[in-house]
């Protein structure tokens, strides 16, 4: 999982202040530059410290133990592409977890922006108590990653939980959720959905960056509310869905603490919250095939680096840029 | 220069600020003179309130020895312990299961045990258990407990459907009608469906004669052995006679999570040592039964040391540890505080001194182990490693089966080879 988390971040590396602190700019006379940039990697040495030691060396060394054979006990023996190979012909099971994930990711995602959206609306045009209902709103987003919300969801949605009680009390007796194949997906992507705060919150201070007087202009136009949404509000705001779907997509990907506390690890019923991660834990920890989770670990970077590239490509036709001229060519204007 | 003042300073603050850090982790172990040792395990609450109160015993007659436990469910425990180990930070002293015995041994983590064989005496443990400890002719790891299969159900419910208790060498066939009765009389589900555990199958299939793994290491039932089981669960199933998927597919190993700690069902399969977790739902009629054999009365289930004890090769402390785990296995106060929590003792002594005094559901563990004493079959040899992935593969194809998503002969036939990828030399 690690290499996919770090490629989400490494976007924010290469902006490092010159020297800061060191004497005013523009002083009587400036310092030359190399040793400018030898105090900015003094300042910089914990986080590249952090970098190197945390997450470089730990991905190269997972990128060489995917070409082994690796049990965690015995010396890795070099198999060459054999954990890829087995990956695409041999494992049905690996399968089942790639189109567990497609469908989460399909169902979570849209679902959960949608809601920060509306309820992003909803705030902003509220008069009074803005603040509290915002920190309302957001505080599942900081509950949400932990394991014990994780287990009270298991609860809520176990046959005779309070999802069934209250269901049955209104006469509908379907029993839990997370026990049957078919719903117990849908229970674990109502609890992303649930985590809506983080998106909202960036929806809230796109919404409002956009100019008062368009919407004043589009109401002498004649505009009503709907109107003004579909034609000032989602253009101009374009940029950050773009931004929150790009965030979220890579973070579904990479589900992990929902499924494997609700289904006690295992990924069932009958396999159906089996997601890819839960499928490469298993395979690492449970089967000590270190090897072959770590091939699945490149895989799934893969898998995100192109499916991030087919949503950047796809934005050049719905994402519009205010201030661009040419027409969004790239993601980076915000 | 001015400047290099500054940036000397800036960078003297910035290793004082490191070494500051690195001044927080420092090792606690090395103050006073004390010893610190570790030592882990996997267990519930209940066998964490016994462990520390025995581990404060030993810490108030060896007050040099400070000793720092930590315990977690057994699948967690298990990573992380071959996480540490595989780090070179393996605890000093470390319950084992007797799955992970060679692979320990073998890989060097474990202290060979004669070269405390003093402080650590085993004279008085029977050679048939102490066999499980040992690989290669030298002794890696003691058995801590000696346990076997069982069927726990609420004794209640039983007598109410008219049934008489279960002796050894109740088959199969005994036990479906009982489970039948059960059904009828009570209206719950009689069992918990023994399909998803390997452990049952196991103890089925041994009843026919067969084991699991032959003396390869190798699968040594076909396809149509596990086609048979299963088929046999699913028809008791599908009548409603044993726990329905919905209910099974939840069962994690722990006993609150299974149908019968849910109050579904009013038997199940278990473990001996572990049953005593449902007596916080069935109270006093908590009782176990042996496991059924097979057709001819030919047992299945089989005694073994319910877990192990070790010692890390590179402890700093091996003598200690040894004295810390004679404490645990041989001394009078450390077994009696034990009880029979892990097991019934396997010092032969302590095992005497204990299981006189047991009472309700110890007495129950003791008296079944009683009855089965003399009529069962030499336990299988510790399973190989691929085993433990099998193991989780069992229930999770298990669930293909109950939830009617593959017949039990597709299903048979997939873990077939999938446990002869896993079993690959």
């Known amino acids: 999982m690690s290499p996919a988390m770090s490629a989400a971040t490494a976007t924010g590396t290469r902006a490092a202040p010159p020297g800061p602190g060191l004497e005013p700019p523009g002083g009587p006379r400036r310092r030359p530059k190399r040793e400018r940039e030898g105090a900015a990697w003094v300042f910089l040495s914990p986080?590249?410290?952090?970098?190197?030691?945390?997450?470089?060396?730990?991905?190269?060394?997972?990128?060489?133990?995917?070409?082994?054979?690796?049990?965690?006990?015995?010396?890795?023996?070099?198999?060459?592409?054999?954990n890829y190979r087995q990956m695409f012909t041999e494992d049905p099971r690996l399968l089942r977890s790639v189109l567990n994930t497609l469908l989460y990711v399909v169902i979570a995602v849209p679902l959960q922006l949608a809601f920060a959206l509306a309820v992003a609306v909803a705030l902003k045009s509220m008069r009074r108590g803005k603040g509290f209902y915002r920190s309302a709103f957001y505080?599942?987003?900081?509950?949400?990653?932990?394991m014990s919300i994780a287990l009270v969801w298991r609860a809520l949605f176990n046959d005779g939980g309070t999802v069934d009680s209250v269901l049955s009390g209104l006469g509908v007796h379907m029993g839990g959720w997370i026990n049957q194949p078919g719903w117990a997906l849908?229970?674990?992507?109502?609890?992303?959905?649930?985590?809506?705060?983080?998106?909202?919150?960036?929806?809230?201070?796109?919404?409002?960056?956009?100019?008062?007087?368009?919407?004043?202009?589009?109401?002498?136009?004649?505009?009503?509310?709907?109107?003004?949404?579909?034609?000032?509000?989602?253009?101009?705001?374009?940029?950050?869905?773009?931004?929150?779907?790009?965030?979220?997509?890579?973070?579904?990907?990479?589900?992990?603490?929902?499924?494997?506390?609700?289904?006690?690890?295992?990924?069932?019923?009958?396999?159906?919250?089996?997601?890819?991660?839960?499928?490469?834990?298993?395979?690492?920890?449970?089967?000590?095939?270190?090897?072959?989770?770590?091939?699945?670990?490149?895989?799934?970077?893969?898998?995100?680096?192109?499916?991030?590239?087919?949503?950047?490509?796809?934005?050049?036709?719905?994402?519009?840029?205010a201030n661009d001229t040419s027409n969004g060519t790239s993601g980076e204007g915000r | 220069?001015?400047?290099?003042?500054?940036?000397?300073?800036?960078?003297?603050?910035?290793?004082?600020?490191?070494?500051?850090?690195?001044?927080?982790?420092?090792?606690?172990?090395?103050?006073?003179?004390?010893?610190?040792?570790?030592?882990?395990?996997?267990?519930?609450?209940?066998?964490?309130?016994?462990?520390?109160?025995?581990?404060?015993?030993?810490?108030?007659?060896?007050?040099?020895?400070?000793?720092?436990?930590?315990?977690?469910?057994?699948?967690?425990?298990?990573?992380?312990?071959?996480?540490?180990?595989?780090?070179?930070?393996?605890?000093?002293?470390?319950?084992?299961?007797?799955?992970?015995?060679?692979?320990?041994?073998?890989?060097?983590?474990?202290?060979?045990?004669?070269?405390?064989?003093?402080?650590?005496?085993?004279?008085?443990?029977?050679?048939?258990?102490?066999?499980?400890?040992?690989?290669?002719?030298?002794?890696?790891a003691l058995p801590m407990g000696v346990g076997t299969q069982a069927m726990a159900y609420d004794r209640k419910a039983w007598r109410e459907a008219g049934l008489k208790e279960p002796k050894p060498g109740w088959t199969w066939d005994d036990w479906e009608s009982a489970v039948r009765r059960l059904k009828k009389a009570n209206g719950v589900y009689g069992m918990t469906d023994p399909g998803s555990f390997e452990d049952w199958f196991e103890v089925w299939l041994r009843g026919r004669g067969k084991e699991l793994y032959d003396a390869k290491g190798q699968a040594a039932f076909t396809a149509g052995d596990l086609d048979r089981f299963w088929s046999y669960a699913t028809k008791l199933r599908k009548e409603?006679?044993?726990?329905?998927?919905?209910?099974?597919?939840?069962?994690?190993?722990?006993?609150?999570?299974?149908?019968?700690?849910?109050?579904?069902?009013?038997?199940?399969?278990?473990w001996d040592a572990p049953s005593a977790g449902y007596e916080a739902m069935v109270g006093k009629n908590l009782a176990l039964a042996p496991m059924p054999s097979g057709a001819d009365g030919t047992p299945g289930q089989y005694f073994k040391p319910a877990m192990l004890v070790g010692i890390a090769a590179n402890s700093e402390h091996p003598r200690e540890s040894a004295q810390f785990i004679?404490?645990?296995?041989?001394?009078?106060?450390?077994?009696?505080?034990?009880?029979?929590?892990?097991?019934?003792?396997?010092?032969?002594?302590?095992?005497?001194?204990?299981?006189?005094?047991?009472?309700?559901?110890?007495?129950?563990?003791?008296?079944?182990?009683?009855?089965l004493t003399g009529r069962l079959k030499e336990p299988p040899a510790a399973p190989p490693r691929g085993d433990n992935a099998l193991q989780s593969v069992f229930g999770r194809d298990y669930d293909q089966v109950a939830f009617e998503r593959a017949t039990p002969r597709q299903v048979a036939e997939d873990f077939l080879t999938e446990a002869r990828a896993e079993l690959r030399p």
């Open chain 1, 139 to 146: 505080a599942p987003s900081l509950l949400g990653a932990s």
């Open chain 2, 1 to 140: 220069m001015p400047g290099t003042r500054t940036r000397v300073s800036c960078a003297a603050t910035a290793l004082a600020l490191c070494a500051a850090l690195a001044g927080c982790g420092g090792d606690a172990g090395a103050a006073g003179g004390k010893v610190t040792l570790r030592f882990t395990w996997w267990g519930n609450a209940d066998r964490a309130a016994l462990t520390d109160k025995a581990v404060a015993a030993f810490e108030k007659t060896h007050p040099d020895i400070d000793i720092q436990t930590s315990y977690a469910p057994y699948e967690s425990y298990k990573q992380k312990l071959a996480t540490q180990a595989a780090g070179g930070d393996a605890p000093d002293v470390m319950q084992l299961d007797y799955r992970q015995i060679s692979q320990y041994a073998g890989s060097g983590v474990l202290r060979d045990l004669s070269t405390v064989r003093r402080t650590l005496p085993t004279g008085a443990m029977p050679h048939s258990l102490l066999k499980s400890g040992r690989v290669g002719g030298k002794q890696y």
């Open chain 2, 240 to 270: 409603g006679l044993v726990s329905p998927a919905t209910s099974t597919t939840q069962m994690d190993g722990s006993v609150e999570n299974a149908p019968m700690g849910r109050k579904q069902a009013v038997a199940e399969f278990n």
């Open chain 2, 326 to 371: 004679d404490f645990l296995l041989n001394s009078r106060e450390g077994t009696k505080i034990l009880g029979v929590d892990r097991g019934l003792p396997v010092n032969a002594t302590a095992r005497a001194r204990v299981v006189p005094k047991l009472t309700g559901f110890q007495k129950e563990m003791a008296d079944l182990q009683k009855k």
């Open chain 1, 47 to 82: 986080w590249v410290l952090g970098a190197v030691v945390l997450t470089l060396l730990p991905m190269a060394v997972s990128l060489y133990l995917s070409f082994t054979d690796y049990n965690l006990f015995d010396p890795p023996s070099w198999v060459g592409l054999r």
């Open chain 1, 186 to 321: 849908l229970s674990v992507a109502l609890l992303t959905v649930w985590q809506f705060g983080a998106p909202m919150v960036i929806f809230l201070a796109g919404l409002q960056q956009i100019p008062q007087e368009l919407y004043e202009a589009a109401a002498v136009d004649g505009a009503g509310r709907w109107r003004q949404f579909a034609s000032v509000t989602m253009p101009m705001l374009s940029p950050v869905v773009f931004f929150n779907l790009v965030l979220q997509t890579i973070q579904a990907f990479q589900v992990f603490t929902p499924a494997f506390a609700v289904s006690g690890g295992r990924g069932g019923p009958a396999d159906s919250t089996l997601f890819y991660t839960l499928y490469l834990y298993d395979r690492g920890f449970t089967a000590s095939h270190m090897g072959y989770a770590s091939a699945m670990a490149w895989m799934l970077l893969l898998a995100i680096a192109v499916v991030t590239a087919v949503l950047f490509r796809t934005s050049r036709a719905w994402v519009f840029y």
